[in-house]
């Protein structure tokens, strides 16, 4: 079992920035690999970024190329995300999930999720 801790999440204005965290507890195994995902009101949940502990590979929507970056405290088993030139189609709540086997931003490859931190981006 992992249990999965998201803070960071606000408002802010287009053009800033945010941090948010994903903090697991826990099997380790189960963290294999981790992930940000979205869902905006009235779409599907998709997926921002993922980041392999075993390779260190990170995987990234086309959407958020170049203004995201996710990273991972291994030793504090937690997954960030920083934010850059935030846009108001970035509005959404943010999910971290965590798999023990493949990854990927398909959300059919994650067991576990955490609750969600709302970002919010004003024009």
């Known amino acids: 079992q992992v249990q999965l801790a998201e803070s960071g999440g606000g408002s802010v204005q287009a053009g800033g920035s945010l941090r948010l965290s994903c903090a697991a507890s826990?099997?380790?195994?189960?963290?294999?690999?981790m992930a940000w995902f979205r869902q905006a009101p009235g779409k599907e949940r998709e997926g921002v970024a993922a980041?392999?502990?075993?390779?260190?590979?990170?995987y990234y929507a086309d959407s958020v190329k170049g203004r995201f970056t996710v990273s991972r405290d291994s030793a504090e088993n937690t997954l960030y995300l920083q934010m850059n030139s935030l846009k108001p189609d970035d509005t959404a709540m943010y999910y971290c999930?965590?798999?023990?086997?493949?990854?990927?931003?398909?959300?059919?490859?994650?067991?576990?999720w955490g609750q969600g931190t709302q970002v919010t981006v004003s024009s």
């Open positions: 826990g099997s380790s195994g189960d963290t294999y690999c």
């Open positions: 980041h392999s502990a075993g390779t260190d590979k990170t």
């Open positions: 999930a965590t798999t023990r086997v493949f990854c990927g931003l398909s959300s059919r490859l994650y067991n576990y």
